[in-house]
């Protein structure tokens, strides 16, 4: 929590404060020792507060699974701030709920841009470009001055190793292992930010687009990274939709990505691809025997930095499948999945069809 840059917290069943995160305490302006002990409801907006004891009643209830809403929250200098709020309840084994885990993300920005757009629909297309030209500019220059020092830590880091390596005792051994994997995930990280903004701002050129070769092409990447690994990958042929080809391959290497990592615990890895007709167009359909998931937390899924997995399990940066889906959004489609713990996950991609379909 305390790492976080999203605000976190932790509620009592009744609504009072247990702990909040550095970000909460930005986000509202309030100490942690300030909002200890006191009720969520004193600061949120009174127009929300109604709304807000529902949620929480059911939740506790067992009404609902999670609280997924925004909300106005009132910060010190009394200011509004729209936030959207998460929210689930840690259970005993007998399952009863013993405290609610919240998320706080501010939306504030987003709110705005909304009021923006509803209140000038001239200006509509200029503001939204602004935005994401600033957005895309600070991505930019953040992902740039962090590649530099990183490159030294894994410069620097190995260098150490080639030099010293063989007379490190263990806990230094395993100090600088730390250090080089550290790097390596932080440099795995950049790239997929990199992507992500790809995802959302790369001119889409559509086309028809042939998906068997496209995943095909993924999976040859695959196997050529990790050889040792048995796997069993079946592509139906014939698998086509209209789009842009080298966004649609993004999203189809991270799904198969997934299905790859996901299987690190069986001996052998199992993929299939096939496609059909779907609602509106074609549906791409990528099954895999791995961990699975738990579809109560499926609502995480295509958040950017969700992992519903640990490392162990082959968890990631967690922007694999936020990657997919912005793909898919822009092509007018949608993404769904299906699961269960141990059996494997599907995931579907909806697609517009190629003309002659």
Known sequence: MAASGIGMAIVELDGRWREVNPAAERLLGRDASELAGRQVFEVIHRDDVEAAREALEGLVQGRS???????RYLHRDGEVV????????????????????????????????????????????????????????FADSVAHDLRAPLRSIESFSAMLDQRIGESLDPTSRDHLDRI??????????????????????AELKPGPVDLTLLAEWAVAELQEAE????????????????????????????????????SRQRDRVFIEVVGGPGADGVRLTVRDAGCGFDM??????????????????????????????????????????ASEPGLG?????DLPPPPDY
């Not at 996950?345 to 991609?349: D, G, Q």
């Open 65 to 71: 699974e999670v609280i997924d809403a925004p909300r």
């Open 82 to 137: 729209w936030v959207h709020t998460n929210a689930a309840a840690l259970r005993d084994a007998s399952g009863q709920p013993q405290l609610l885990v919240v998320q706080l993300r501010d939306i504030s920005r987003e709110r705005q841009a909304q009021a923006v757009l509803q209140a000038d629909a001239t200006d509509r297309a200029a503001a939204l470009d602004v935005s994401n030209q600033h957005l895309q500019m």
């Open 180 to 201: 080089r994997a550290a790097a390596t995930r932080m440099s795995g990280l950049l790239s997929a930010l990199g992507e992500l903004s790809h995802a959302t701002r």
């Open 227 to 262: 050889p040792e690994r048995d796997a069993e990958v079946r592509i139906s042929p014939g698998l086509a939709a209209h789009g842009d080809e080298r966004l649609l391959k993004l999203a189809i290497a991270q799904l198969l990505s997934n299905a790859w990592k996901f």
């Open 296 to 337: 109560r937390y499926a609502h995480k899924l295509f958040q950017p930095f969700q992992r519903l997995h640990g490392a162990d399990e082959g968890a990631g940066h967690g922007l694999g499948l936020a990657i997919a889906q912005r793909v898919v959004e822009r092509h007018g489609g949608r993404m769904s999945a």
């Open 345 to 349: 996950s599907t995931f579907h991609m």
